[in-house]
Nanobody, 121 residues
Framework: QVQIVESGGGLVQPGGSLRLSCAAS????????MHWYRQAPGKQRELVAT???????NYPEFVKGRFTTSRDNAKNTGYLQMNSLKPEDTAVYYC???????????????WGRGTQVTVSS
């Protein structure tokens, strides 16, 4: 089985920073891409960051320059560094890993349960 667990969320003041972690464990052969999404109450889930296994990254405009994603392939762990946080960044943040469980497996998408980020004074 594969488990994806996010951590690092919490309450932060506007302008502050948080670093989220996404740990993948279990039966993993290779992780291709890791993605961070967020979902605020009453809104659709939206993509905020993507990182490939070679380290290339992609961000939507609304987080560019504020959010940075990275990964440690040896630890099967991804990170999301969030700076200059705004109240509108308040949401549950989810990690998704696209991976293969063994060399003969098809790549599948695995989601974590999310971690709450609240930006408020």
């Amino acid at each position: 089985q594969v488990q994806i667990v996010e951590s690092g969320g919490g309450l932060v003041q506007p302008g502050g920073s948080l670093r989220l972690s996404c740990a993948a464990s279990g039966r993993i052969f290779t992780i291709y891409t890791m993605h961070w999404y967020r979902q605020a109450p009453g809104k659709q889930r939206e993509l905020v960051a993507t990182i490939s296994n070679s380290g290339s990254t992609n961000y939507p405009e609304f987080v560019k320059g504020r959010f940075t994603t990275s990964r440690d392939n040896a630890k099967n762990t991804g990170y999301l560094q969030m700076n200059s946080l705004k109240p509108e960044d308040t949401a549950v943040y989810y990690c998704k890993a696209v991976l293969k469980r063994d060399s003969t497996d098809y790549a599948g998408q695995y989601w974590g349960r999310g971690t709450q980020v609240t930006v408020s004074s």
